[in-house]
């Protein structure tokens, strides 16, 4: 099989390398974060000057007739330079709901970037688990009425909309009952308390007090949007093990740099072999990654494959995290190294849409043929 990419592919992540070299440093990265954690600046950017926001749509919503892999290519340059802009949670999970919901205006704005969302869909008991919801949403007149919290809503201190999961119907553990909204951030009855996260980005714990939302707030149809949650859900992990390509390769390649500046006993550490042992390791882990990260892009919607991409991505990020911060010294998790921020940033990938145990167990129990 040819894996080679197309010219339109390879104009896309060679144009986004050559942005991110140019003007997303590591001096740029910390001023943004230390800042409000994004830069509408270089979301603007990414509309208007390279035109990546459209790269995963087809070309009759006004993008570049992309999918999946245009997603994964972009993923992966974006994980090299550790962007905290929301391209998952917006181009990824917004985009796909909007895609499979038919909302081609969201689509559209999506593109032009005027609009920017968060998913909610995690709470506190739910163990990383998309059915386990509390969060109700109940009839009120043409509206509903939204009560619960979602925990961990990356990006949702900036973002224009949230996509929030709620129970209008079954178990709290149910499939059946599942329904999706997509609401106004900051709107009557919607309470935020933001913070910092470990990585360097943003995210919220989100109260929903009584909060009314119109009837056109529903994306997709009453009870039935579990099946959908679901998928969006799998290709943003397999969009975020991209993500990890990216932040392997670099631990790799900077761990190396630094092993043939340091020198000890008159040599650099580069050439003590127990060291290149490590770093041996950290290359085979982000080449396995890469092919892995393809592998569950191309079977897209297999469930199996992505649990089990997302679960050997985990050990390896662990693995070469833990590898580079020791190779570094102490020096490693200072915030004037960029190391540092990859080991943070590899960390809470292998916990984000479920850590390693966790995807372990869905794929034992999707290979055995059970429900996941």
Known sequence: MDFSYTETQTMVRDTLARFLADRYDHETRMKISRGDGWSPDIWKAFAEELGILAAPFAESLGGLGGGAVENMIVMEELGKALVLEPYLSTV?????????????????????????????????????????????????????????????????PFASHLIVTARTGGGQREQAGVSLFLIENGAKGVVRRDYPTADGGRASEVYFENAEVPGEALLGETDGAFPLVSRIIDEATTALCAEAVGVLHELHRQTQDYAQQRKQFGQPISKFQVLQHRMVDM????????????MATLKLPDPAAVSMAKAKIGKGLTLSGQEAIQIHGGMGMTDELAIGHYFKRATMIESQ????????????????????
């Not at 290359?283 to 393809?294: I, R």
């Not at 372990?360 to 059970?370: D, N, T, V």
């Open 92 to 156: 990824v999970i917004g985009g796909g709901f909007a895609r499979e919901t038919g909302r081609t205006d969201l689509v559209e704005s999506i593109i032009a970037g005027t609009l920017t969302t968060a998913f909610a869909w995690a709470e506190p008991k739910g163990r990383f688990d998309p059915a386990n919801i509390a969060t109700s949403a109940k009839r009120s007149g043409s509206g509903w009425t939204l009560s619960g919290h979602k925990a961990v809503v990356r990006d949702a």
């Open 283 to 294: 290359f085979m882990e982000a080449e396995q990654a890469a092919s892995m990260a393809l």
């Open 353 to 372: 849409f479920g850590n390693t145990d966790w995807h372990l167990q869905r794929y034992e129990a999707l290979a055995f043929g059970e429900a996941a």
